[in-house]
């Protein structure tokens, strides 16, 4: 099988590690992929968010599957473009990708579906901002209705702040709007359940760390570090997960006449008052997948492949290591906001040649002189895998002691205290 998958991130070389493990994969081809990719597939240039471009590009590569790695290609119909071209596709198309493009979408498509989450008001307007956030109170939850990066939310008990987030995100041409909603308290998980239009299949649950600094603190980010499994978790989670949200969301789909296939990543509260959804994205979540894949044992490419011919029902049903694993993302200085690239790194092979150690490219590129330097907010997620989370965590944390970029930044307290 040789597949193109499509992105340069995190997330896309963690994907590209498990496709290649795959025996049934003899070639791929990553566009426009980064340098931890260029190690173990073949880089093109490509515009991602061209349909037709990248419909073409599959073409050429005389390709068996295309896989799409970020949300922007899938809210401009690339995944539309590439199916028209006769390919098969890991990926909704436009119309379904709203439920990530489009949080009061989402909030349409749970109400139909009678799944669980917070209650919201979508305002256009400041004044009904205002109004919502007075009415549901502190805690306030305010988000961009539309793709923010994993950075159009904020959570805050400051009033000003909350109605100033609003007034960035209403200050655009393109249909502004803002979805406030009740806080949610309890735990956070991630699960990523593979969608074939008809039939769902659950991943393993993983948790994540948004803030940028220790303890929760600092700003929302794309997130800055994950672990699996969660052993706090109780065992019945993920088949709850399918039977209230995922199974229920896909039916809804199918029934408007858009079908789901490819990820439904459930962002989930597990709350006082029981399970709620937080958010919905329509891809693998970074840096999540990092460690999910890292424990996945069942071929993934199998698993895309049979979602992407509605085919899911027959296929290999997912096995997991008994082990565990970590993610630390190793953050240019004055991430989240703005960044200065370019600045050298060092000591990725020394991380790598420590035991149970591997390390993600994220935010990187070769400079001029050959030499590894960084390109974006997040620039490397160091990865360990260990027998338990705290071995894990043990040695995804000396990974990053091997490392060395100026300036960069990351969080002390991935996974602490988890089952120690």
């Known amino acids: 099988m040789k597949i193109l998958l499509l992105g340069s991130g995190g997330r896309e070389h963690a994907i590209a590690r498990a496709l290649v493990a795959d025996p049934a994969v003899d070639g791929l081809v990553v566009a426009p992929g980064n340098p931890g990719t ?10 991602i968010t061209d349909p037709a471009a990248v419909a073409g590009l599959a ?8 896989v799409v790695g970020p949300e922007a290609p899938l809210v401009a119909g690339v995944a539309d473009a590439v199916r028209a071209a006769g390919i098969h596709v890991f990926g909704p198309s436009a119309a ?46 305010v988000k961009d209705d539309g793709l923010a990066a994993g950075k159009g939310v904020i959570v805050t008990d400051d009033f000003a702040e909350a109605l100033a987030h609003a007034d960035r995100c209403l200050d655009r041409p393109d249909e502004p709007r803002v979805v406030v909603e009740d806080h949610l308290d309890g735990p956070e998980v991630s699960l990523f359940c593979l969608c074939d239009g008809e039939d769902v299949v659950a991943l393993a649950p993983a948790q994540d760390f948004k803030r940028a600094l220790d ?7 794309g997130g800055m570090g994950a672990y699996s499994p969660l052993p706090w978790a109780e065992p019945g989670l993920t088949e709850e997960v399918l039977e209230r949200v995922a199974r229920p969301v896909v039916r809804e789909m199918a029934a408007r006449g ?38 996945l044992q069942t071929p993934l490419a199998g698993l895309l492949d049979a979602a992407a011919r509605g085919a899911l029902a027959t296929a290999e049903e997912p096995r997991w290591s008994h082990g565990a694993a970590v993610t630390v993302v190793l953050a ?21 040649s420590l035991d149970g150690v591997h390390v993600i490219h994220a935010g ?32 995804a944390y000396r990974g990053v002691g091997a490392i060395h970029c100026e300036g960069a930044h990351h969080r002390h307290d991935i996974a602490s205290g988890i089952g120690d």
Not at 59 to 66: G, K, P, S
Not at 268 to 282: D, I, K, M
Not at 376 to 393: I, K, S, T
């Open 96 to 141: 379904a990708a709203r439920l990530e493009g489009s949080k009061a979408f989402a909030k349409e498509i749970m109400a139909a579906a009678g799944v669980p989450t917070a209650m919201a008001r979508v305002c256009t307007t400041l004044d009904e901002v205002r109004d919502a956030l007075e009415s549901f109170g502190a805690p306030h939850v």
């Open 38 to 47: 260029a190690r173990i597939a073949r880089n093109v240039t490509v515009d």
């Open 215 to 221: 303890g929760g603190q600092g700003p929302n980010t």
């Open 59 to 66: 073409l050429a590569e005389t390709v068996d599957l295309v």
């Open 332 to 352: 240019s200085e004055g991430y989240p906001g703005p960044v200065s690239d370019g600045r050298e790194i060092s000591g990725v092979a020394e991380a790598e």
């Open 258 to 295: 858009t079908p789901f296939v490819g990820v439904l990543y459930c962002g989930l509260a597990l709350t006082s008052r029981g399970l709620r959804v937080v958010e919905f994205n329509v891809r693998f979540g970074d840096p999540e997948t990092q460690v999910v894949l890292a424990r």
């Open 364 to 395: 990187t590129r070769m400079d001029d002189d050959g030499r590894l330097v960084s390109a974006g907010g997040r620039v490397l997620c160091v990865v360990g895998e260990g027998d338990d989370v705290p071995q894990a965590r043990e040695r």
